[in-house]
Nanobody, 120 residues
Framework: QVQLVESGGGSVQAGGSLRLSCAPS????????MAWFRQAPGKERDIVAS????????HYADSVKGRFTISRGNTKNTVYLQMNSLKPEDTAVYYC?????????????WGQGTQVTVSS
């Protein structure tokens, strides 16, 4: 069974930084596109950032451009989300997702989510 394991969530004050990590528990994801989504209470789950399998193309939601950076580890089997200048509105459960096509068109594999709380 494919599993994604997230880590790095927590509580931080506004203006602070956190780095989320996502790694597969078994199957390698070196050829997969990866993405981070988030869901705040009472809101829909929205995509935050994505990176294609080669790692040279990324996309960001307008709300996080210039503050968040998605990247792949040296082995491309881990994906990170560096979050800087955090705002209270960034508070949400963050999910890692994987797309086996490599292009970020459909994400059938999901992690369990990690809570990020930003206080003002």
């Amino acid at each position: 069974q494919v599993q994604l394991v997230e880590s790095g969530g927590g509580s931080v004050q506004a203006g602070g930084s956190l780095r989320l990590s996502c790694a597969p528990s078994r199957r390698t994801f070196t050829t997969y596109a990866m993405a981070w989504f988030r869901q705040a209470p009472g809101k829909e789950r929205d995509i935050v950032a994505s990176i294609i399998r080669t790692g040279d193309t990324t996309h960001y939601a307008d709300s996080v451009k210039g503050r968040f950076t998605i990247s792949r580890g040296n082995t491309k089997n881990t994906v990170y989300l560096q979050m800087n200048s955090l705002k209270p509105e960034d508070t949400a459960v963050y999910y890692c997702a994987a797309d086996p096509t490599g292009w970020g068109t459909n994400y059938p594999y999901w992690g369990q989510g990690t809570q990020v709380t930003v206080s003002s």
